[in-house]
């Protein structure tokens, strides 16, 4: 009882690290029809952004919110600098269903070779800003940890943050729109391609915060991220790509899911389990769990 | 002038030419029907008009200011609103955040919620399903959610695309009442591209009549609904 | 056809002659250039071809490296077997995948294959059978006496890269020109109508799958026999990265363009390293410059000849006519 209890509890922490990855591809997906691989290395760059500024300041919040706006720079500027001249050319014959998985892909490589040659391969570590040890109730200490609790406390603060941008703001609106409809919403007076930018902006700062969570129990380095990339890509397509809910449902069944596999199964199957989980979902709904009758296509 | 002037207006796509030599003019405060069958281009000539297709040549200007070339959302700031085909609304929102969208480029709250409030005015229903996603709206109420967004923009000038397509009669008939209505109350001026010759030609000040990508008539309503000779040609009796 | 055969042979003979001239590290970076000749055209028979894009060809590798060692090891066949299996076993696995991978689409379908290239080579930690994280010995055995004294092991490793790469190409070539070749390219164009006619689409696609997976599996054994080893440290998401751009960087639907592809994967980390050399910087400038090299020339090549090299000059020639 008590081991399943922890199970759930680990697996809500690591599922909402997820969310705030899979968010970011969700945001990006919806509004340009791109799955952005290099997502990882925004949010490593930031991240390393955020390292040298926790690690001056001894304070990690700092850290926290210069990744965050490294991550909106840089997602405003691969959206700006790269996508847009990417879209301009519009790519037919046999490389046009390669070619967006590409061009971010090798924005990724780009980004790690850059931090690589910059930063040096060796991990680096962030002063968690709260303690790792697992918590003590009466008797009993359970892997469960203050910092796991900081982490849910986070994301949930920034899933707030985004739904009431979201939902209550004329941006969010924008946004939605731009992404639902571009030509109408560009009719209605939106501009749709500074909106864009927008939307790679804050995806990029929410995967910035999810590098920074991630790093505060783990190490940095310039491949550190790449399985936070994979598994908030599952996660996402558990939730259909399109839905924000669905994507942060997604991950904390992901979480929750692959928490259960290391503390039930094995740790080796941890990563095949994504795989599992992804096959069923897909095979079982393939336009994720949140698909109602009618989900678009890709 | 003031108003809509188009002047030998070309588009093509790719090798095919979409429309040529497209030339006419619009006052302040007219209503002007462009009329002819699937596939004249009448759509390819608002679509030009509001920044969505590039034209390959030729002048369109409004109150005497270039408007071929720029972005459609910068033609909205400038009192130009397009209600594409196929009642454009966008089916995920709700119908309150679809009108409120028209208003978002103002950047003035009260004024869009004033601009709303008019909106549902004119078009009661619509006050009876702010929350609803406007996925569940009918095809008469989508096409007024459509043009009630237009008007949200505060327009001076409306292009409307085919606002009686796939509607019942009556709904038509209520459709267009409301649009001269409109132009009358607001001073607007309005292109409405039309299929539906009659309907439109009764309420318009002018009419255009394209076949083939090109102008083949042009003159007062009523003189078009006069001619025999493109009674029977274009306009169907 | 025949023209074909002896292109082929003439071909390796060449190869043979070229595999004497040249030191011990050329002679190895010749047998990977192989290995990575066979990869790239499991890619561009799956995506250019049939246009399914797939991430996790490193995961096939693996299944195909850990076939040919587990039937060398266990059932002490002789070494040919071993890469029979290895085609065999990864088939197998392809058509199993392909059978689930036929129903998604574009990113799902990335996703999925990403999925497995991170999670297939972590099992090999769980099964002690298969080694865990040291992995196990795949060992082809010294070359024949007959050879000669000076052949060396890199040598033979060579031969058996190199005969195994031209067999490939030339199979893989005449299934590409068959029906098969026709029909995965309709579909790719226009699935709809493909459909229509009659053609089981995701009949043709799981076959697509199928014999990629068995290419991408005996360039696995093939690794693993230049490594004398399989570990999942060999079938990295890093090696299915390397494998997608090295198809992209060749022209992602031109056969021949695949050799290229390879000796570009070989030759830029080598580039870079004399690159760095000359630079003076230190150990991440040798460890992070071939990265940054393909990078660059990923991104130009998608932005400007997404279609490969050849793509401008097809381009002209389809004018000019």
Known sequence: MQKLLETLLIGVSTGSIYALMSLALVLVWRSTRVVNFAQAGQAMLSTYFGYEIASRSEIFWLGLAAAIIAGALVGAGVDFFFMRVLFKRAISGPAAVVAPVIATLGLLGLIRSIVGLTWGGEFKSIQAPASKDGLTIGQTTIPFSALNILIIATVSLILITLAIIFQRTNLGLSLRASAYAPEIAQLAGIRTARTRTIGWAIAGGVGAVAGMLVTSYNFLSPYSLDLLLVFGFIAAVIGGLESMVGSVIGALVLGIGLTFILNYVGTSLVFIGGFVVLIVVLLVKPDGIMARGKARRA | ?237 | MRKKIILFILLGWLLLVIGDRVDELRVYQGAQIAMYTIALASIVLLTGYSGQVSLGNGAMMAVGGYAAALTLNNLGSPVWFAFLMAIFFSALFGALLGTAAARLSGPYLAGTTLALAVGLPAIANQFSFLGGEPGIFFDVGLPPQRLGQEFTQYKWFFWIATLIALLALFITSNILQSRFGRTWRAIRSNPLATELSGIHSSQMKILAFTISSALAGLAGAVLAMTISLVAPGAYTLTLSFALVTGAVLAGVSSLPGVVLGALILVAIPEIADALANRLGGGENVSSYLPGLIVSILLILSVIFTPNGPGENLHRHHRKKA
Do not use: C
């Open chain 2, 1 to 237: 002038m003031s108003g809509l002037a188009v002047s030998e207006l070309a588009v093509s796509h790719g090798a095919i030419v979409a429309l040529r030599g497209i030339s006419f003019s619009v006052q302040v405060g007219q209503l002007a029907a462009v009329i002819g069958s699937n596939g004249a281009g009448k759509t390819t000539l608002l679509r030009a008009l509001s920044g969505l297709n590039k034209a390959s040549s030729g002048s369109a200007q409004w109150n005497e200011r270039e408007i071929l070339g720029a972005r459609p959302d910068a033609l909205v700031r400038s009192g130009i609103s397009h209600v594409s085909e196929g009642k454009s609304v966008i089916p995920e929102l709700s119908v309150r955040e679809n009108l409120v969208l028209g208003g978002i480029w103002r950047g003035d709250k009260s004024d869009t919620n004033a601009a709303i409030a008019e909106v549902v005015e004119l078009f009661p229903i619509l006050g009876q399903r702010m929350s609803q996603s406007a996925d569940t709206l009918s095809g008469g109420e989508r096409q007024m959610l459509a043009i009630g967004r237009a008007l949200v923009s505060r327009p001076k000038l409306m292009l409307l695309d085919e606002p009686s397509l796939g509607l019942a009669p009556i709904v038509i008939e209520q459709i267009f009442a409301t649009i001269d209505q409109l132009r009358r109350k607001l001073g607007l001026t309005v292109v409405l591209v039309e299929q539906n010759a009659m309907s439109a030609l009764e309420i318009a000040d002018i009419g255009v009549i394209i076949n083939l990508g090109e102008v083949v008539a042009s003159g007062t309503a009523s003189e078009l609904i006069d001619d025999p000779a493109l009674r029977a040609a274009y306009l169907g009796y």
